[in-house]
């Protein structure tokens, strides 16, 4: 018989989201819990109740259980049960009277008594910790949306050291990393750094959304001050970004005004910089606002995963190029006296949209497809660039 002590499958989106709708339910019970007045008791009794159905709904889900039109409380034990084997659900009966609590609180306006409601969120917490290992194989307290990222997302390690230091308190840090989140997924594209010493040098392609008139070695003499100046962004093309994403561009601008400014250049190994804006990170009301920016940084973050999922990918209409070195040049047209985008990065799969002669018919570019950070990016390689085709 199958003990359950591993996960038998991954959890789907709908299951994910709901295991962590029971966990924050049940967070609300416990603060109205401890305020100790009857009307925060009444909401106590009947959001922790809600946790454990919602908790319910997301095992029958992954368990495949058949449910009814109208499902009774009971009936979801039983029915989870049944799919358990010879396991069985601890806390039954703690469980079916924190229910009737809830039916007289909620029907009849009898509020709890407050000297068990604190036992009640004890079992229920004890039966969350046990029940997910039983059923789930995985710490009910460690099930986060940041699941739904691929692993080959820098964001996704990052955001798990972001709850992990908002779980634990650490609010400065957490701030400062969800900010990481950010930089990677918008503001290093509007690094001009690779411009300083002239035409973009870097082998990465990274200046899509930085303002054009900053892309010059001119600018960063006379107006970069500090490594952050290496971020200059053309608003315009950031909000139209973040638009077409799906991102409300005003949740991006808080997360900015509430987080540090740092950067990391394109180099390999680089490390991270932040910038010392103690205004940021002070004490009073942190918690709220580290709240506000984790909880909009993942969203963003599976927004954009969501998003790369649907968009183009390499298909029977595209075929793969070799190119004759590392770092080719990329330009915006079919044209080498046209705008340098960037470089092509060393060791990514690049791949051919078509063939087309230069402007001036003396020479010919490959229209090239690449993924980068998550990001399919396209632009026009010379044909003597490209080595086989």
């Known amino acids: 018989m199958d003990d359950h002590k591993e ?65 009774e409380f009971e009936q979801y034990i039983d029915k989870v049960n049944d799919r358990l084997g010879e396991k069985e659900l601890p806390f039954r009966r703690r469980l079916i009277e924190i229910n009737k609590v809830r039916v007289l609180s909620k029907h009849q306006g009898i509020p709890p008594n407050p000297s068990e409601l604190m036992g009640y969120l004890q079992a229920a917490r004890e039966f969350f910790d046990q029940a997910a290992a039983l059923i789930f194989g995985r710490p009910f307290w460690a099930v986060s949306l940041v699941d739904l990222l691929p692993e080959t997302d820098e964001a996704k390690g990052l955001l798990l050291l972001a709850e992990r230091q908002f779980h634990g308190g650490d609010y400065s840090e957490c701030l400062i990393t969800c900010r990481k989140v950010m930089f990677i997924k918008y503001e290093c594209r509007g690094s001009i750094e690779g411009y300083r010493d002239g035409r973009f040098s870097e082998p990465i392609f990274a200046s899509w959304l930085a303002a054009d008139y900053a892309c010059s070695r001119e600018f960063i003499a006379n107006h970069v001050e500090t490594p952050f100046d290496f971020v200059h962004l053309d608003h315009s093309r950031l909000e139209s970004e973040l638009m077409k994403d799906g991102i409300d561009p005003e949740v991006y601008w808080n997360i900015s005004r509430l987080t540090p400014a740092l950067y990391r250049s394109g180099k390999e190994g680089a490390d991270w910089l932040v910038k010392h804006e103690p205004q940021k990170l002070a ?107």
Do not use: H
């Not at 994910?16 to 305020?35: H, I, K, P």
């Not at 506000?292 to 927004?303: E, G, S």
């Not at 954009?304 to 070799?322: E, G, H, Q």
């Open 283 to 389: 004490a009073e009301g942190i918690e709220d606002r580290a709240s506000y920016v984790l909880d909009n940084t993942i969203d963003i973050a599976l927004r954009l995963s969501a998003r790369k999922k649907v968009l183009r990918r390499p298909t029977s209409s595209t075929f793969p190029l070799k190119l004759m070195s590392p770092c080719v040049t990329i330009y915006r047209k079919a044209d080498a006296l046209s705008e340098v985008l960037g470089t092509v990065p060393g060791g990514v799969d690049v791949y051919g949209l078509y063939g087309t002669p230069s402007f001036d018919r003396t020479g010919y570019f490959w229209r090239i497809l690449f993924e980068m950070d998550g990001r399919w990016t396209e632009g026009f390689v010379s044909g003597l660039d490209v080595s086989r085709q």
């Open 7 to 71: 996960p038998r499958a991954e959890l789907s989106s709908a299951v994910l989201r709901r295991l962590v709708l029971a966990r924050f339910l049940y967070n609300q019970a416990l603060e109205n819990a401890v305020l100790r007045r009857e009307v925060t008791e009444f909401a106590a009794i009947n959001t922790l109740q809600d946790a454990i159905e919602v908790f319910f709904l997301a095992a029958t889900d992954y368990l495949n259980v058949d449910l009814g039109k109208k499902t």
